[in-house]
């Protein structure tokens, strides 16, 4: 294949792709196959000869289409969405015909030049004040795991990197049971170990106050551990909980301990100022993480971390050897050293192009609906008999459940075989409860709509 037969096959490629956006409606959300049946359909050993493009077409089409779940389709409310607004693919196809890795700074100048101005234009749309800057990760784990080892190293002085953890004090970070699983991750990964990720009690609001995390960290001291980093939960994967954001950043500043907040999905909301009291105090924290790929149509992946000062973060994460260096250019930005990987994608198109082709105007407006259709959805459901509102909606999440956990675990197959939406599950107090999340970028006020007329029709039958 060579760039003539690209100029072909990308024109039948977007053909393709609009047909398929088109038909999505038309497909279970959610691939009504069991494991290894799209392996069984591809040979046991790479080809020898080259094959057709017009081969490997056809193989396409019949067989991945028909085994994907469709993360697009309008009926898509499980997990959080990844979402693919079509200004956002336009300049995911720029990226990838450049080819280009952004390493540093003169490896691309326009990515990283737009990187930096795409983090200013986002952080005055989540009101974030001046003196955050930010950077483009893969996804929020990433972002996470930069914040964690920054929060390590600050705490060790520095010394980690050189020496190692082993006969050092004991680090402690804490959170809620609420925050997502990718915390856990960066605590382990970063050599800190589960034992000291302190899970602090919550209220019954499911959120961490202030003075639970400050009499967390004060027994510790006392213990002779060493508080090391507070890791706050703005809109949990769960049921979407906030921890008490401006209360306990507060206690950090007052016992000195640094903070990051893991708003990978509420983030995206903060464009609408009337939701910014569900994180209010944020100014207050060092470092935040939102990923425009769930909530802003951005394509995954583009997870953005802010930071109130990135000098502690490239302290602990950049290296500069004579190869990467930029002659003459020393306090140049090379983002590479801001986060864990040295390759990077310019991610920074895509949300320079949905920016730009959406306005925050367009993306408030579908933010807002998804939030009001989802209280709709709510309400439709607790109409039914025997549905339980488990918990009430914060922004666009929100769960249900039937009577007894099997029955409801069995209500939730049934919707996924149907095919026409896509829910998934969780637990809440140990009680087994369906997820509602609404969020893709073209789901319609009807397409929402369709999940109660979906679980009332199954409960009838």
């Given at each position: 294949?060579?760039?003539?037969?690209?100029?072909?096959?990308?024109?039948?490629?977007?053909?393709?792709?609009?047909?398929?956006?088109?038909g999505?409606r038309?497909?279970?959300?959610?691939?009504?196959?069991?494991?290894?049946?799209?392996?069984?359909?591809?040979?046991?050993?790479?080809?020898?000869?080259?094959?057709?493009?017009?081969?490997?077409?056809?193989?396409?089409?019949?067989?991945?289409?028909?085994?994907?779940?469709?993360?697009?389709?309008?009926?898509?409310?499980?997990?959080?969405?990844?979402?693919?607004?079509?200004?956002?693919?336009?300049?995911?196809?720029?990226?990838?015909?450049?080819?280009?890795?952004?390493?540093i700074?003169?490896?691309?100048?326009?990515?990283?030049?737009?990187?930096?101005?795409?983090?200013?234009?986002?952080?005055?749309?989540?009101?974030?004040?001046?003196?955050?800057?930010?950077?483009?990760?893969?996804?929020?784990?990433?972002a996470?795991?930069?914040?964690?080892?920054?929060?390590?190293?600050?705490a060790?002085?520095?010394?980690?990197?050189?020496?190692?953890?082993?006969?050092?004090?004991?680090?402690?970070?804490?959170?809620?049971?609420?925050?997502?699983?990718s915390v856990?991750?960066?605590?382990?990964?970063?050599?800190?170990?589960?034992?000291?990720?302190?899970?602090?009690?919550?209220?019954?609001?499911?959120?961490?106050?202030?003075a639970?995390?400050r009499?967390?960290?004060?027994a510790?001291?006392?213990?002779?551990?060493?508080?090391?980093?507070v890791?706050?939960?703005?809109?949990?994967?769960?049921?979407?909980?906030?921890?008490?954001?401006?209360d306990?950043l507060?206690?950090?500043?007052?016992?000195?301990?640094?903070?990051?907040?893991?708003?990978?999905?509420?983030?995206?909301?903060?464009?609408?100022p009337?939701?910014?009291?569900?994180?209010?105090?944020?100014?207050?924290?060092?470092?935040?993480v939102?990923?425009?790929?769930?909530?802003?149509?951005?394509?995954?992946?583009?997870?953005?971390?802010?930071?109130?000062?990135?000098?502690?973060?490239?302290?602990?994460l950049?290296?500069?050897?004579?190869?990467?260096?930029?002659?003459?250019?020393e306090?140049?930005?090379?983002?590479?050293?801001?986060?864990?990987?040295?390759?990077?994608?310019?991610?920074?198109?895509?949300?320079?192009?949905?920016?730009?082709?959406?306005?925050?105007?367009?993306?408030?407006?579908?933010?807002?609906?998804?939030?009001?259709?989802?209280?709709?959805?709510?309400?439709?459901?607790?109409?039914?008999?025997g549905?339980?509102?488990?918990?009430?909606?914060?922004?666009?999440?929100?769960?249900?459940?039937?009577?007894?956990?099997?029955?409801?675990?069995?209500?939730?197959?049934?919707?996924?075989?149907?095919?026409?939406?896509?829910?998934?599950?969780?637990?809440?107090?140990?009680?087994?409860?369906?997820?509602v999340?609404?969020?893709?970028?073209?789901c319609?006020?009807?397409?929402?709509?369709?999940?109660?007329?979906?679980?009332?029709?199954?409960?009838?039958?």
């Amino acid at each position: 294949m060579d760039h003539e037969d690209l100029r072909l096959w990308s024109k039948r490629a977007a053909d393709w792709a609009a047909d398929y956006h088109a038909g999505l409606r038309d497909r279970p959300v959610r691939a009504p196959l069991v494991p290894g049946a799209v392996a069984r359909q591809l040979p046991g050993a790479p080809p020898e000869a080259a094959e057709p493009m017009a081969a490997i077409w056809a193989d396409f089409e019949r067989i991945v289409p028909g085994g994907m779940t469709h993360w697009q389709h309008p009926g898509f409310f499980a997990y959080f969405p990844a979402n693919a607004a079509p200004a956002s693919m336009l300049a995911e196809q720029l990226v990838n015909a450049m080819g280009c890795n952004a390493l540093i700074w003169q490896t691309s100048p326009a990515a990283t030049e737009v990187e930096q101005v795409m983090m200013d234009w986002l952080r005055q749309a989540v009101g974030l004040p001046e003196g955050f800057v930010g950077t483009i990760h893969d996804s929020a784990t990433v972002a996470t795991l930069s914040a964690v080892l920054t929060m390590r190293e600050r705490a060790l002085g520095w010394k980690g990197l050189e020496e190692g953890l082993a006969g050092g004090p004991v680090l402690r970070f804490y959170a809620s049971a609420e925050t997502h699983s990718s915390v856990d991750k960066a605590i382990r990964v970063a050599g800190i170990g589960q034992r000291n990720l302190v899970k602090v009690a919550t209220d019954g609001a499911r959120a961490m106050t202030g003075a639970a995390l400050r009499a967390a960290i004060r027994a510790d001291r006392e213990a002779g551990m060493l508080p090391a980093g507070v890791i706050l939960c703005a809109g949990g994967t769960s049921v979407g909980a906030f921890d008490r954001i401006a209360d306990c950043l507060a206690v950090c500043r007052e016992e000195g301990v640094p903070s990051h907040v893991d708003a990978a999905w509420s983030g995206s909301a903060m464009i609408c100022p009337e939701f910014r009291e569900l994180w209010a105090g944020i100014e207050g924290a060092d470092s935040v993480v939102l990923n425009p790929h769930k909530w802003l149509g951005v394509q995954f992946d583009c997870s953005v971390q802010f930071m109130r000062d990135p000098g502690a973060q490239v302290r602990t994460l950049g290296l500069r050897p004579t190869y990467l260096e930029t002659a003459g250019r020393e306090e140049i930005v090379n983002f590479n050293e801001w986060t864990v990987p040295l390759g990077r994608r310019f991610r920074a198109l895509k949300l320079w192009f949905v920016l730009r082709a959406y306005g925050l105007e367009g993306l408030r407006a579908r933010i807002r609906n998804h939030v009001a259709w989802a209280a709709e959805a709510r309400d439709q459901l607790a109409a039914l008999p025997g549905v339980e509102i488990v918990t009430e909606p914060r922004l666009s999440l929100f769960s249900f459940a039937l009577g007894e956990d099997a029955a409801t675990e069995a209500l939730l197959a049934r919707i996924n075989d149907d095919g026409r939406i896509y829910l998934t599950q969780t637990r809440v107090d140990g009680r087994f409860a369906i997820r509602v999340q609404v969020g893709s970028f073209d789901c319609t006020r009807e397409d929402v709509m369709l999940i109660a007329k979906v679980v009332n029709e199954l409960l009838a039958r």
